[in-house]
């Protein structure tokens, strides 16, 4: 079983960035595609970034243009880059690969001044 874990995230003010890095174990990670979702308190478990593993991507309306992923296969990561953030991001930020493996112990993000 594929094991996950997520980095990166902290206490950012709105309009700031962060980096998530989220590392999985195991040598299939290249060939599926990744996604990263997020849990906002009260709020359903939900994906806005995705990566195949040749490297499209695709992303929810409410993050296109200031969120990135990418993903390293030779290190087993994939990456978030969140740049103009808002309070709104505020929550608990996870990767899978359409949600076959178990999830991981999430990384906190909170967005607030």
């Known amino acids: 079983q594929v094991q996950l874990v997520e980095s990166g995230g902290g206490l950012v003010q709105p309009g700031g960035s962060l980096r998530l890095s989220c590392s999985a174990s195991?040598?299939?990670?290249?060939?599926?595609?990744m996604g990263w979702y997020r849990q906002a308190p009260g709020k359903q478990r939900e994906k806005f970034a995705g990566?195949?593993?040749?490297?499209?991507?695709n992303y929810a309306d409410s993050v296109k243009g200031r969120f990135s992923i990418s993903r390293d296969n030779a290190k087993n990561t994939v990456y978030l880059q969140m740049n103009s953030l808002k309070p709104e991001a505020t929550a608990v930020y996870y990767c899978?690969?359409?949600?076959?493996?178990?999830w991981g112990q999430g990384t906190q993000v909170t967005v607030s001044s």
């Open positions: 195991g040598s299939i990670f290249s060939i599926y595609p």
């Open positions: 899978n690969a359409d949600e076959i493996w178990n």
């Open positions: 990566i195949t593993s040749h490297g499209s991507t």
